[in-house]
């Protein structure tokens, strides 16, 4: 499944990573804008395009230091190319796009996708009906409107993120009943509103086909998609069964380490699906309406049009916008349709281009040496194919390119954008809100009225765009389109690409501020803890009388405040860790959070502790020097009980 980009930079330390985020952020200057697209001139033969790839990837994987590789390319139901690179595992065998099977991740939604528009066809899904009248348990929601089957292929219906549990390795995930009903993540946007990324939400979608159909999901897709369309060596189920379980590949979370095992998905219908490149260039095709049909011809072309308008997205629906299970890829005038889909170890992209009825399918089964280099790599691939194969429209739509001037106001509206941002597909309202404090994305604007953003969207540097409409912005000699939501005259967020937006943060999480004063508030009381027995042991050892306390109230608050600042420092360390096994995709016990919840709580309340040592302190004569040191320690503590009312440390909801 796709796990955001942005949540794979996650620090496995929040004191360690403060002053490298906001120094790198400070100091990075903006990516040189690539040159624009050549028009498509090589024939799209098989000679031509096996010859490409055979001189393209060998390469790129020697360079990335990703195990291997597999591409296939479709062209009006025929496959042009299908190529295999690299070694499949340990044992050095060579990847065969045929044999060699690969976890795609969150191409599985589009799977989950055809089977739910097949329950459309048959009159069992309304996609705009409330989906809870599907359901067989209660699904709290908090906005009046309903959630629809539309919202959730759309990722649209405002849930937040929730990872517990999102892998089990060599396991069973479970019923999928199980996965929807236990613990649900919030809604916290309003239903058609904001895209925010959910791979609950195509659980969801998954289970709701269970009760149409009265089988369990694994199931229903493998006879009526997979079968159907051919793929007769993928399936959901997991563990794999035994006729397959020989044949999938290994894979590498890092270049030159171990092997990792099996990875089983809570989210079966968002990302479990495990198949060969070959079939999935028969599902290409299928989905091109030239293999076998999965669905009737008005619903696929009704899958491949935009699925929401202005009317519940706003100003966002001026960028891409989410299909009926498919992102807008568009490249330089071009129709592309796509969905790319990431594991731990696994990275994969399908991409259609309707109007020329070509398929292409990349997957990998390694990371790299460095967290973006699957990503690159698909990229350059993707990207080159459709410039080296498929031509560009004679002339561009205006709306797409803008023009060649800035328009009256612009530097006025790149302005207005300035802030931080944060991402929408977030879990907002747990302790692990707090990883918003790491992936906050800069917006500036420059003087002739460009914007840039910090990092750009899906990507580890900045990025320029050019305003080519009112608040609608395209990156500078690239195809990336991101625009801008305003309410009461204030911009509120950024659509980025079609199934995520940027919300502009608060200023008590903005990150610029907060990670410093964390950073300062760790300092003081670390240096306040050391303090305090290293004067006690230099007064023993010289002889010199402890300085006496004003009275039992001051001696209370004091000795509360030493507690607490002790607490809050163990707390940081604590979640630190903690943030990091989550991020690694490990489960931290619940009483484990309960006792960072402790000590948080101490720490929090020894701020009304520290702040009462200092009045008491001041009105006792304690003396200049002693009460300048109560109020740092008063200040350490406020700083971290700012981040923990800030960002959910304190929320009683221990789910995440």
């Known amino acids: 499944m796709t796990i955001s980009r942005r949540a794979r930079l996650l620090a496995a330390a929040l004191c360690a990573v403060a002053l490298p985020v906001l120094t790198g952020c400070a100091a990075a200057a903006p990516a040189v804008p690539p040159g624009p697209p050549p028009a498509a001139t090589a ?198 069964p035994p006729r397959l379980a020989g044949r999938v590949a290994d894979g590498y979370a890092a270049a030159g380490t171990p092997a990792i095992g099996f990875e089983s998905f809570r989210d079966v219908p968002a990302g479990a699906l495990t198949a060969p490149a070959t079939d999935l260039a028969r599902f290409a095709s299928s989905l091109l309406g030239t293999g076998t049909p999965l669905l009737a011809p008005q619903t696929l072309a009704l899958m491949q049009r935009p699925a929401l308008d202005a009317g519940t997205l706003g100003p966002l629906a001026e960028g891409p916008r989410m299909t009926l299970g498919l992102f807008d890829e568009g490249r330089d005038g071009r129709t592309v349709l796509g969905h790319g889909g990431d594991t731990t170890a696994f990275h994969s992209h399908l991409q259609l281009h309707p109007e020329q009825r070509v398929g292409v399918f990349v997957t990998l089964n390694g990371t790299g040496r460095a967290p973006a280099d699957s990503l690159q790599l698909r990229s350059a691939l993707l990207d080159g194919f459709t410039d080296r194969y498929v031509p560009a429209p004679a002339t561009v739509p205006a709306e797409t390119t803008g023009p060649a001037e800035p328009g009256p106001g612009a530097a006025e509206r790149a302005a207005a954008v300035a802030g931080r941002y944060e991402s929408a597909r977030s879990p907002f309202s747990t302790f692990l809100d707090v990883l918003n404090l790491m992936g906050q994305t800069r917006a500036s604007a420059g003087p002739d009225g460009t914007l840039v953003l910090s990092p750009g969207v899906a990507r580890t540097e900045p990025v320029v765009y050019r305003e080519i409409r009112p608040w609608v912005w395209q990156e500078a000699g690239g195809e990336q389109v991101v625009s801008a939501r305003t309410e009461d005259g204030r911009v509120t967020a950024l659509g980025a690409e079609s199934a995520f937006t940027l919300l502009r943060t608060t200023p008590v999480r903005d990150s610029a501020v907060v990670l410093p004063v964390l950073a300062a508030s760790v300092v003081l009381l670390l240096g306040a803890l050391v303090a305090w027995p290293a004067g006690a042991l230099a007064r023993r050892r010289y002889g010199v009388v402890a300085p006496v306390s004003p009275g039992r109230a001051d001696r209370v608050a004091t000795g509360l405040t030493r507690l607490g600042a002790g607490c809050a420092v163990v707390a940081v360390a604590g979640w630190a860790a903690v943030v990091g096994a989550v991020s690694g995709l490990v489960d931290v016990p619940v009483p484990v959070l309960y006792g960072m919840q402790a000590l948080q709580w101490v720490a929090t309340g020894a701020t009304v502790a520290a702040a009462v040592a200092v009045v008491t302190g001041a009105r006792g004569g304690i003396g200049r020097s002693r009460t300048a040191g109560r109020v740092l320690v008063l200040l350490g503590l406020a700083g971290t009980a700012w981040v923990a009312l800030a960002f959910g440390l304190l929320t009683p909801d221990l789910g995440y």
Not at 130 to 140: E, I, K
Not at 147 to 159: D, I, K, N, Q, S
């Open 43 to 240: 024939p799209l033969t098989p000679a031509d395009v096996s010859a490409w790839l055979d001189g393209m990837v060998p390469a790129a994987l020697d360079r990335t230091g990703i195990a291997g590789a597999a591409v296939t390319v479709v062209r009006d139901g025929e496959v042009v190319a299908a190529g295999g690179y690299g070694v499949a595992g340990d044992d050095g065998a060579p990847v065969d796009p045929a044999a060699t099977l690969f976890r795609v991740g969150s191409v599985s939604k589009v799977a989950t996708a055809v089977a739910v528009l097949q329950q459309v066809e048959q009159g069992r899904i309304d996609l705009d009906a409330d989906v809870r009248r599907y359901l067989d348990f209660p699904l709290p929601l908090r906005f009046e409107p309903p959630v629809t089957m539309r919202h959730l292929l759309t990722h649209t219906a405002g849930f937040e993120e929730r990872v517990r549990g999102m892998i089990v390795f060599d396991g069973d995930p479970g019923p999928v009943r199980d996965t929807v009903a236990t613990d649900p993540p919030e809604q916290v946007f309003a239903p058609g509103t904001t895209p925010a990324y959910s791979n609950y939400g195509y659980s969801l979608a998954g289970h709701v086909v269970e009760r149409v159909t009265g089988e369990p999901f694994a199931q229903y897709v493998q006879h009526a998609v997979l079968d159907r369309a051919g793929m007769t060596s993928s399936t959901f189920t997991q563990p794999l």
